[in-house]
């Protein structure tokens, strides 16, 4: 994983913390509110890297996941309400030769093909093991 190659080159790491798997070095942030979230959405999405090629102006060349963590506390039952959303959008998948990119472009396509198809293989293992 790496974060936005526009604004860092910090490589971020899965690590194992209280029994699950989290992303080290990713932005935390409280929200209050829906107007909130979407200013956090819209800040990571001006951080997205894009290029131009033939068959797209304006590319995407890197990953985007926002994960919301809710939590709405009912006191007159006394009752907590925790969900997730999980925001996930992906660099698209380019036939590389029908772009017709060259150069770092060639490179960004080829590490987005490689990382999409790690990612088809891991959602392949777990979808396979849980039978």
């Known amino acids: 994983l790496q974060g936005s190659a526009k604004h860092t080159s910090k490589s971020l790491k899965i690590v194992r913390r209280s029994d699950k798997n989290e992303v080290s070095g990713v932005v935390k942030t409280k929200i209050a509110s829906a107007d909130d979230a979407i200013s956090i959405i819209e800040a990571g999405n001006k951080k997205r890297v894009t290029r131009s090629h033939k068959m ?17 506390h009912n006191s007159s039952k006394n009752a907590t309400t925790k969900s997730v959303l999980q925001l996930v959008d992906l660099a698209g998948s380019e036939n590389i030769k029908e772009t017709g990119v060259e150069g770092v472009a ?10 999409l198809t790690s990612l088809g293989r891991a959602l392949h293992a777990v979808l396979s093991s849980e039978g």
């Open 56 to 72: 797209n102006d304006a590319s995407s060349r890197s990953h985007s996941v926002f994960t919301i963590h809710c939590k709405l």
């Open 106 to 115: 060639l490179t960004e396509s080829m590490h987005i093909n490689k990382s």
